[in-house]
């Protein structure tokens, strides 16, 4: 029984060895210059490797401040960077800043993961990640949002950082009551048609955009207007006298 078991895994082991090359694992991508590049090299950087640089391998006040420089830049060739930069880095001050610049950069490319933070994340990284996608016209995680102004024993901080957040997302001075929030939110919403039941979170699509390009479309400030196609307002004068006139024979 034991041969027999050895001698099947040793022909897995040869048929996986034997396997096509599209069903194999994919090599690692090679580090880009920025990396390779020695302390005698970092001259010949270009100004957009040498940002790269340091917000990678630079110490963490070296690394917020070249991220500030790529949100204020607004290169486009820098949104794939800051899109790797969040799947791999671990301190949760510097996903906010990226999250920050993806935000600015207006790039609907980013709602895909800046939905997973919403989702999954319960501390202020998600709550960002919430503000981020609210930037870029996908409002679908406030209610998630307006949630935790509840109070909470494990995380009382919780309800004042939300409270801010959403103060600073709509511009909105509301208190900091659920109801209220709700309310406002079910009258503003940036997008009304994931208000169906029957969109998932990760069925929703991405938020419009421009067309041609991958930047989120500009939305006007304020309450939206109401469409005439859909809805028709009509005014009527009707008196008492004429609701209870009897019907003529």
């Known amino acids: 029984m034991i041969l027999r078991f050895l001698l099947a895994s040793l022909a897995l ?6 396997a096509p090359y599209q069903f194999r694992r994919a090599e690692k991508p090679k580090p880009g210059k920025h990396l390779l590049a020695t302390a005698k090299e970092t001259g010949e950087l270009s100004d957009r490797e040498y940002l790269m640089r340091k917000a990678t391998l630079g110490s963490r006040a070296e690394r917020l401040e070249a991220l500030d420089v790529i949100e204020r830049a607004n290169d486009p ?3 794939t960077f800051l899109m790797e930069r969040l799947k791999k880095e671990d301190d949760r001050f510097l996903q906010i800043k990226i999250m920050h610049a993806l935000a600015a950069y207006g790039d609907v490319r980013a709602v895909p993961a800046l939905r997973y933070y919403a989702r999954w994340d319960q501390t202020r990284v998600g709550v960002e990640a ?5 930037e870029l016209g996908d409002d679908s995680f406030v209610p998630n949002l307006i949630l935790k102004l509840r109070p909470n024993e494990d995380a009382p901080e919780m309800a004042g950082i939300a409270h801010r957040a959403l103060k600073k997302m709509t511009g909105a001075d509301l208190p900091p009551s659920v109801r209220a929030w709700m309310n406002y939110y079910r009258i503003h919403r940036l997008a009304p048609y994931e208000s169906r039941a029957w969109y998932w979170p ?3 699509p991405l938020p419009p955009t421009q067309e041609g390009t991958t930047i989120v479309a500009t939305r ?3 309450k939206p207007p109401l469409p005439d196609k859909d809805i028709k307002v009509r005014r009527t004068h009707v008196t008492w006298t004429d609701f209870w006139k009897p019907d003529e024979p």
Not at 13 to 18: D, R
């Open 13 to 18: 082991l040869i048929a996986s060895a034997c």
């Open 77 to 79: 060739e820098l949104f």
């Open 130 to 134: 919430i503000a981020a996608l609210y």
């Open 202 to 204: 990760f069925r929703q």
């Open 220 to 222: 006007p400030k304020g």
